[in-house]
């Protein structure tokens, strides 16, 4: 616990989380509403607001013991940060009166909460009396237990019935900040040395990556500017190899391999791509901003693509006719694997949303699919945990497609926060988010 890490009053920083906290209960993403946070705020902010969407199932639970009716939508907003931040002395950022005293102060000076702090005074206070008991009683809650949707609990414990407890608690994890080497630039063995030289703790994950003992402003690591490493996931940096591998083994003509990367914003698998194979990359995106990223990103690293704006589901606006030696489809998803990175994606979700994208992946695999080259192949992925957007997915589109194999691939990949290793190909990742990988490779020559 710690009282006085920054020099920015506290209850500006939970004013701003409640702010955050409201935002994504009208709908908007976390990433979103920091925007519009102040800058000197945002770093404090957005921890306070990590972690109220974390527990915000035990907060909401909570809030109901001790008040039946809900205050006004600010002040409740206010209420379940506070909550979130003391309900349990183990994780709690900083010591409970701290808190208490700086919600009713957040309470005081915001206008719209101003006649409410008396309120949020007695409830927080009552809490810290009867802590125990209050806890004890949201134990009879799933939502306030698992810190998910109702909805999503049912579907996860549904896909994944040996191991639905751990992904939801690995989901309530911290995300480590992993990096992806940059093999054209330096080696996996040379950059951890390099991040020794400066004291800074790190092991190797998987083939390329490696995972910071602690995050830190990955502007300040050595090689940033020169760009020998990228921010990626250790799931995530399974997609280029998995792609490549195959095809260059089986392409004997001596040309550059021609690779899609349909969804490629903001780029990371099409520099993964570009890194380990000399290859020609188009690299696909409908948002033209976000393009922009994969140009400035590719352009750190001292790497190039062919990059288009397009929409992957209809072709006819940006393909030249060429069939490719692979696809990368990295799909639209619920982004239900990566939830200990974007907390706020359980509780913007609805149980719809899973048809609906799941009925645009089919759509994506089954327009893609003719722009492959006999022999060539298809990498569909998410970063989902739910099977109908993985094999569910794929099986309906093998049965519907008889020239299509699939590959031996790695499936789901459940989220890990430390524990058992998830062992493919040949290295051991204790730490990954949530993903789906198929490999599909497409008959004749």
Same mark, same amino acid.
């Given at each position: 616990?710690?009282?006085?890490? #920054?020099?920015?009053?506290?209850?500006? *920083?939970?004013?701003?989380?409640?702010?955050?906290?409201?935002?994504?209960?009208?709908?908007?993403?976390?990433?979103?509403?920091?925007?519009?946070?102040?800058?000197?705020?945002?770093?404090? $902010?957005? @921890?306070?607001?990590?972690?109220?969407?974390?527990?915000?199932?035990?907060?909401?639970?909570?809030?109901?013991?001790?008040?039946?009716?809900?205050?006004?939508?600010?002040? +409740?907003?206010?209420?379940?940060?506070?909550?979130?931040?003391?309900?349990?002395?183990?994780? /709690?950022?900083?010591?409970?009166? #701290?808190? $208490?005293?700086?919600?009713?102060?957040?309470?005081?000076?915001?206008?719209?909460?101003?006649?409410?702090?008396?309120?949020?005074?007695?409830?927080?206070?009552?809490?810290?009396?009867?802590?125990?008991?209050?806890?004890?009683?949201?134990?009879? @809650?799933?939502?306030?237990?698992?810190?998910?949707? *109702?909805?999503?609990?049912?579907?996860?414990?549904?896909?994944?019935?040996?191991?639905?407890?751990?992904?939801?608690?690995?989901?309530?994890?911290?995300?480590? =900040?992993?990096?992806?080497?940059?093999?054209?630039?330096?080696?996996?063995?040379?950059?951890?040395?390099?991040?020794?030289?400066?004291?800074?703790?790190?092991?190797?994950?998987? *083939?390329?990556?490696?995972?910071?003992? @602690?995050?830190?402003?990955?502007?300040?690591?050595?090689?940033?500017?020169?760009?020998?490493?990228?921010?990626?996931?250790?799931?995530?940096?399974?997609?280029?190899?998995?792609?490549?591998?195959?095809?260059?083994?089986?392409?004997?003509?001596?040309?550059? &391999?021609?690779?899609?990367?349909?969804?490629?914003?903001?780029?990371?698998?099409? /520099?993964?791509?570009?890194?380990?194979?000399?290859?020609?990359?188009?690299?696909?995106?409908?948002?033209?901003?976000?393009?922009?990223?994969?140009?400035?990103? &590719?352009?750190? &690293?001292?790497?190039?693509?062919?990059?288009?704006?397009?929409?992957?589901?209809?072709?006819?606006?940006?393909?030249?006719?060429?069939?490719?030696?692979?696809?990368?489809?990295?799909?639209?998803?619920?982004?239900?694997?990566?939830?200990?990175?974007?907390?706020?994606?359980?509780?913007?979700?609805?149980?719809? +949303?899973?048809?609906?994208?799941?009925?645009?992946?089919?759509?994506?695999?089954?327009?893609?699919?003719?722009?492959?080259?006999?022999?060539?192949?298809?990498?569909?992925?998410?970063?989902? $945990?739910?099977?109908?957007?993985?094999?569910?997915?794929? *099986?309906?589109?093998? #049965?519907?497609? #008889?020239?299509?194999? =699939?590959?031996?691939?790695?499936?789901? =990949?459940?989220?890990?926060?430390?524990?058992?290793?998830?062992?493919?190909?040949?290295?051991?990742?204790?730490?990954?988010?949530?993903?789906?990988?198929?490999?599909?490779?497409?008959?004749?020559?």
């Amino acid at each position: 616990m710690q009282d006085n890490p #920054t020099q920015v009053p506290l209850w500006r *920083q939970l004013q701003g989380a409640a702010s955050l906290l409201m935002a994504v209960r009208d709908g908007q993403s976390m990433t979103a509403a920091l925007e519009d946070v102040d800058a000197t705020l945002r770093p404090g $902010v957005q @921890s306070l607001g990590f972690h109220t969407l974390r527990w915000l199932g035990r907060a909401e639970a909570l809030r109901q013991q001790l008040a039946r009716r809900p205050p006004p939508p600010e002040a +409740d907003a206010l209420l379940c940060v506070a909550l979130a931040l003391i309900w349990t002395e183990h994780d /709690a950022p900083y010591t409970a009166h #701290t808190l $208490v005293d700086q919600a009713v102060e957040a309470a005081k000076r915001g206008d719209a909460t101003q006649h409410q702090a008396s309120f949020i005074n007695g409830c927080l206070r009552r809490f810290l009396r009867e802590r125990d008991d209050l806890v004890a009683r949201t134990e009879k @809650s799933p939502q306030a237990v698992w810190n998910h949707p *109702q909805w999503w609990i049912d579907r996860v414990r549904k896909d994944h019935p040996g191991d639905w407890q751990a992904v939801l608690q690995a989901n309530n994890s911290r995300a480590p =900040l992993i990096l992806r080497v940059n093999e054209r630039k330096t080696t996996q063995a040379a950059y951890l040395k390099a991040l020794a030289a400066v004291q800074i703790d790190a092991a190797p994950v998987g *083939q390329y990556g490696v995972i910071l003992a @602690s995050a830190r402003p990955v502007t300040g690591l050595p090689g940033f500017a020169e760009g020998h490493f990228s921010v990626q996931d250790a799931a995530a940096q399974l997609a280029a190899p998995l792609l490549l591998e195959g095809l260059a083994a089986s392409d004997g003509s001596g040309t550059r &391999l021609h690779i899609l990367d349909a969804c490629a914003a903001p780029g990371g698998k099409t /520099a993964h791509l570009l890194e380990i194979a000399d290859c020609e990359v188009t690299a696909l995106d409908i948002d033209a901003h976000r393009c922009e990223r994969v140009g400035q990103n &590719l352009l750190r &690293l001292g790497l190039q693509a062919e990059i288009r704006v397009g929409d992957a589901g209809e072709p006819d606006g940006w393909w030249d006719g060429r069939l490719y030696d692979g696809i990368l489809l990295d799909a639209p998803c619920t982004a239900s694997g990566i939830v200990r990175r974007h907390p706020d994606v359980r509780w913007l979700r609805r149980p719809t +949303d899973i048809a609906q994208l799941a009925a645009i992946q089919a759509k994506l695999l089954q327009t893609l699919w003719p722009l492959l080259k006999p022999g060539g192949r298809l990498l569909y992925c998410t970063c989902s $945990v739910f099977r109908a957007e993985g094999d569910n997915q794929i *099986q309906t589109f093998l #049965t519907h497609h #008889t020239d299509a194999l =699939l590959r031996p691939s790695p499936g789901h =990949l459940l989220p890990q926060s430390g524990g058992e290793a998830t062992v493919f190909p040949d290295n051991l990742m204790r730490e990954h988010d949530g993903f789906y990988y198929a490999l599909l490779e497409k008959s004749g020559r």
